[in-house]
């Protein structure tokens, strides 16, 4: 069964304080993993997606990794603006069509 | 481009009372989803469609129906609403249903009392 782990649940973080959100995930064959940031009463909105074992994405703040089980979303000297949930979701082959299956996230609070 | 947009945002039924979450999509978009949201939970795929008549079950189907006319509206049907289907409800779309990225709609936020 495909499964996706988020930790930790929560992370405080002052501004400028540099820290790592982990995913791990178990599927029968990645087409893709893909990290979304949710805000309270938002849908979630798209990040990244990644492929391949060492394949890195870089958004501003914000950069994503992957190895053959889990990926990591660092964050580099975040601002408050950088607070919300972020949800990791791979596909896999033998799913549903298109179908994601979602960790359960972590909600970020950077405070000034 | 408004994207994905579903209505109503807010929403209280009664225990049995039936309702319809609408969804449509401006992007030309060949796939969609429902996905539900509960406290605690990742989200979790209630019905999708590849195309214009084409839907299918995902993880969470029961107490759901879908009908997908045109290419973008994807409406999700309750029937007999009960207190377990209380949750937010989150439409999506996709280009194709392969390695690419999926936008969501705003949600509707459900209470069945």
């Known amino acids: 069964e495909d499964q996706v782990t988020q930790s930790p649940e929560a992370l405080r973080l002052q501004e400028g304080e540099s820290s790592s959100l982990n995913c791990s995930y178990t599927?029968?064959?990645?087409?893709?993993l893909f990290w979304y940031r949710q805000d309270p009463g938002k849908g979630p909105e798209f990040l990244f997606t990644?492929?391949?074992a060492g394949e890195e994405k870089e958004k501003e703040r914000l950069k994503a990794t992957l190895t053959k089980k889990e990926s990591f979303l660092h964050i580099t000297a975040p601002k408050p603006e950088d607070s919300a949930t972020y949800l990791c979701?791979?596909?896999?082959?033998?799913?549903?069509?298109?179908?994601?299956?979602f960790g359960k996230g972590t909600k970020l609070s950077v405070k000034p | 481009n408004a994207g994905v947009t579903q209505t109503p945002k807010f929403r209280i039924l009664k225990i049995g009372q039936s309702m319809t979450l609408q969804c449509t999509q401006d992007?030309?978009?060949?796939?969609m989803y429902w996905y539900r949201q509960d406290p605690g939970m990742g989200l979790k795929l209630i019905y999708y469609?590849?195309?214009?008549?084409?839907?299918d079950k995902g993880e969470v189907p029961n107490g759901y129906n879908v009908s997908r006319s045109t290419t973008e509206d994807f409406p999700l049907r309750l029937e007999l609403a009960a207190p377990s289907q209380t949750s937010v409800y989150f439409c999506?779309?996709?280009?194709?249903?392969?390695?690419?990225?999926?936008?969501f709609g705003q949600g509707t936020r459900l209470t069945v009392v």
């Open positions: 469609s590849v195309g214009a008549g084409i839907t």
């Open positions: 990644l492929y391949s």
């Open positions: 979701a791979v596909q896999s082959y033998g799913g549903s069509q298109g179908n994601l299956i």
């Open positions: 992007m030309n978009h060949n796939y």
């Open positions: 999506a779309s996709s280009y194709t249903g392969e390695n690419t990225e999926a936008f």
């Open positions: 599927v029968s064959g990645l087409r893709g």
